[in-house]
């Protein structure tokens, strides 16, 4: 009489079940989740409260951190125009804006030429009622250049030379750190989402303490802004983040 075969399991793959189950009790005993991935652990093992300074800085109550003299050209920005600038030079129509609101314009000459466009280019553009900031983007965009405001002027260049560094304390936003690495993600998916370094642009983000600093052309900076003042506005209780076993 034959005896029926006895299917053994290799003493390597006992091994391997033994060390895998003692992984995933260890896990559990630290309190994660084994199939959830370790990041929302490790978050939760690193959070650190932050101080919420007494005072409210204006870039958190639609005001600018700007110069006064930035600020005036911002808000030249966001005036109307109703002016035909068609079959217009660039030069031309820099002189006009200059001339009507008495704001300072300087030309990168070498952002120009390393683009291979002339200041004398004719616009072609047809009369339309916008702001100074889309006629000028209307204006540059098709020729890969922007502008931003430095210092005291309002400067035309490529969106290399584009870029400034603002910062903005996250503690007036956020009671700690928990909901950063969510942050960071959603500024980057959501706003000039191309342009930063992790999809290969020139625009960078980064944490020191509770200090987010943003180095990105002007419009950048303003969707930033715009987005921290909408989450600062929100409930307390939504910012805390909650497991899937706590009630809402």
């Avoid at 992984?23 to 630290?30: H, K, M």
């Avoid at 217009?88 to 129509?93: D, F, G, H, K, T």
Wanted: proline share 6%; glycine share 4%.
């Amino acid at each position: 009489m034959m005896t029926p075969p006895i299917h053994t399991i290799p003493k390597m793959l006992h091994v391997v079940v033994v060390v895998f189950g003692l992984g995933l009790l260890g896990l559990v005993s630290a309190g994660a989740n084994p199939f959830g991935g370790l990041a929302q652990t490790k978050r939760q093992e690193l959070v650190v409260e932050w101080d919420r300074p007494a005072s409210t800085p204006k870039w958190l109550t639609e005001q600018s951190q700007l110069h006064p003299v930035e600020a005036k050209i911002q808000r030249t920005l966001d005036e109307e125009l109703d002016i035909d600038f068609d079959s217009l030079s660039m030069n031309r129509i820099f002189k006009i804006l200059n001339g009507k609101f008495d704001i300072p314009i300087s030309i990168d000459t070498n952002a120009f030429e390393e683009n291979k466009v002339s200041t004398d280019q004719i616009v072609m553009l047809p009369r339309i009622r916008t702001s100074v900031r889309n006629l000028l983007m209307l204006i540059l965009q098709p020729h890969d250049l922007t502008y931003v405001v430095k210092s005291d002027a309002l400067r035309i260049t490529d969106f290399a030379g584009a870029n400034v560094v603002r910062h903005y304390d996250l503690s007036q936003v956020f009671p700690d750190n928990a909901l950063l690495a969510e942050l960071l993600d959603a500024i980057e998916l959501i706003i000039d989402r191309w342009n930063w370094e992790s999809s290969g642009g020139t625009n960078s983000i980064s944490v020191f303490g509770s200090m987010l600093v943003v180095n990105a052309p002007d419009e950048v900076q303003r969707e930033v802004q715009r987005f921290l003042l909408c989450i600062s506005k929100q409930a307390s209780a939504n910012l805390r983040p909650r497991s899937f076993s706590e009630p809402m």
